[in-house]
């Protein structure tokens, strides 16, 4: 009897791991649906909580649906830490201190008295949309350009130096142009240089203006200077990333079309389907 127990209870915990787990099954893939609902409604309560006017007029119905997705989140959560084959591994994991992020708010309240703003971190949570829609090829986009950032920090390093550099000596000039003009904005060097970088990005908010016409010139090189170097980072970093997408290819010619550029393991043509092999 002790046996067949405890066979029926792994069993349970198969299928509801399954369940919560996995979104390749209808279960599993209904359950993160009926979840992302959940989170998607409890993070619009929790923004609906910081309007005064709906707090004040439905702070009953928001509190008690507030703890409604606070039960269902601590569920889950409890049942994800039964069912996981390494419970504290997956507790110290990403997902994990997100979701017992999401259960804790409520409880802070209730015991604290703190503001549950901080309930927003569920949001996080919606990355899970990513299993639900199998988004593989998204996934490995967002690995290509993540690596293709690495690759390219030593070189966007010497760009965001040398913009810097340009800005403090761009800076600097319109100080001493522009700092003892009556009324002036360029209050200081560094006011200056901010100036400079909001003109060099081509932001331009209008909260500190030029009044000289020199001044006005120099503003006007750094704004096309702007132009000329906003797409050196994305150059750098797409660079990288066509490096990472394409494969190493070969010299090695087809014995029968003689096209070049395979792979260094293809066994036939890429063009003519011909045999690599020079012996066939």
Avoid at 69 to 76: C, H
């Amino acid at each position: 009897m002790d046996s067949e127990s405890d066979e029926s209870k792994v069993s349970l915990k198969r299928r509801v791991r399954e369940i919560i787990f996995e979104a390749e099954t209808p279960t599993g893939k209904l359950f993160d649906v009926i979840l992302l609902w959940c989170i998607g409604l409890s993070v619009a309560v929790v923004m609906l909580e910081t309007v005064r006017g709906l707090d004040a007029q439905y702070s009953g119905v928001l509190l008690t649906l507030e703890w409604c997705f606070t039960g269902i989140f601590t569920l889950e959560y409890l049942l994800r830490l039964w069912c996981s084959k390494q419970p504290l591994k997956y507790a110290l994991s990403f997902y994990g201190v997100v979701d017992l992020l999401s259960c804790l708010p409520a409880y802070v309240v209730l015991f604290f008295g703190a503001s549950s703003a901080f309930g927003v971190v569920r949001a996080l949570r919606l990355l899970r949309m990513f299993r639900i829609l199998k988004m593989v090829n998204h996934v490995q986009g967002a690995e290509v350009i993540l690596h293709g950032l690495a690759r390219s920090r030593a070189k966007i390093t010497v760009f965001f130096f040398a913009i810097l550099l340009l800005s403090t000596i761009a800076g600097t000039l319109m100080y001493y142009l522009e700092g003892g003009q009556p009324g002036t904005d360029f209050t200081s060097i560094p006011k200056s240089i901010y100036y400079a970088i909001v003109s060099i990005t081509t932001v331009g908010y209008g909260d500190v203006v030029a009044q000289t016409d020199l001044g006005r010139f120099i503003t006007t090189l750094m704004i096309l200077t702007g132009y000329a170097v906003i797409a050196v980072p994305t150059g750098i970093v797409t660079s990288e990333m066509m490096r990472l997408q394409e494969p190493d290819r070969t010299t090695d010619a087809c014995p029968s079309c003689g096209v070049h550029g395979h792979l260094p393991d293809a066994k036939f043509c890429r063009r003519c389907g011909s045999s690599m092999d020079d012996e066939h």
